[in-house]
């Protein structure tokens, strides 16, 4: 079945630094999506990339969707204490499949 | 945007007896909805997937006699984990796709935390 494969696993940054994390599908998604979870709370959807080769921005936050469709990444420039939580990667393999998600990336900023 | 209650969002519950869990759409319908476990520090694990009218479709380890959900309208979606023990006890989350909006995304709810003593 369908893999996603996500790292790291937990990161600890001093604010201001940038972070990164990467996701890696084990087949070619039809989309993918980030999610992010405050420490106690449910996760929020934060984007969809559809396109390969996408690049979206939300402010600090820059989404990046491979060429081929199997991987993604989500750079945070000039990380902030409200930035911590933990990311997760969601793939899709096609437009009515279920979501995988990878196993997220824990972020955790010291002032 | 669109909005998922879940209720309870905590429950305990002692070994031995039935919890259930309601998932509701508040704006919108939603004729798929999806319940999810989260053990501390690890990812969603989907359980199953249920769609308004029709029986739910459960992933592969997941007991369907011990977590039965029922999708009675394109609003409530419930999760009712039977004879709960203490290995039960964790986060589920339930989410839901808007049936007028895109096929892409999906909106969670805000969790119930599940003790079993």
């Known amino acids: 079945g369908q893999q996603v494969m996500q790292i790291p696993q937990y990161q600890h940054v001093q604010e201001g630094e940038d972070f990164t994390t990467y996701c890696n599908s084990s087949?070619?998604?039809?989309?993918i999506q980030w999610y992010k979870q405050r420490p106690g709370g449910h996760p929020v959807f934060l984007i969809q990339?559809?396109?390969?080769?996408e690049v979206k921005k939300q402010k600090r936050l820059t989404f990046q969707f491979g060429e081929a469709k199997k991987n993604s990444s989500l750079h945070i420039t000039a990380t902030q204490t409200t930035d911590v939580g933990t990311y997760f990667c969601?793939?899709?393999?096609?437009?009515?499949?279920?979501?995988?998600f990878g196993k997220g990336t824990m972020l955790l900023v010291s002032p | 945007g669109a909005v998922v209650s879940q209720h309870p969002s905590w429950v305990i519950c002692k070994s031995g007896t039935s919890v259930k869990i309601e998932c509701r759409s508040l704006?919108?319908?939603?004729?798929?909805m999806f319940w999810y476990r989260q053990f501390p520090k690890q990812s969603l694990m989907l359980m199953a997937t249920?769609?308004?009218?029709?029986?739910?479709?459960?992933e592969q380890g997941v007991e369907k006699d011990k977590f039965l959900i029922n999708h009675a309208s394109l609003t409530l979606s419930t999760l009712t984990v039977t004879s709960a023990h203490p290995e039960d006890s964790s986060f589920y989350i339930c989410?839901?796709?808007?049936?007028?909006?895109?096929?892409?995304?999906?909106?969670f709810g805000p969790g119930t935390r599940l003790t079993v003593t």
């Open positions: 989410s839901a796709r808007d049936r007028e909006g895109g096929v892409y995304e999906q909106y």
């Open positions: 087949t070619t998604l039809s989309n």
């Open positions: 990339l559809v396109k390969s080769g």
């Open positions: 969601a793939g899709r393999s096609s437009g009515y499949s279920t979501l995988t």
């Open positions: 704006d919108f319908q939603a004729t798929t």
């Open positions: 249920s769609n308004e009218g029709s029986k739910a479709t459960y």
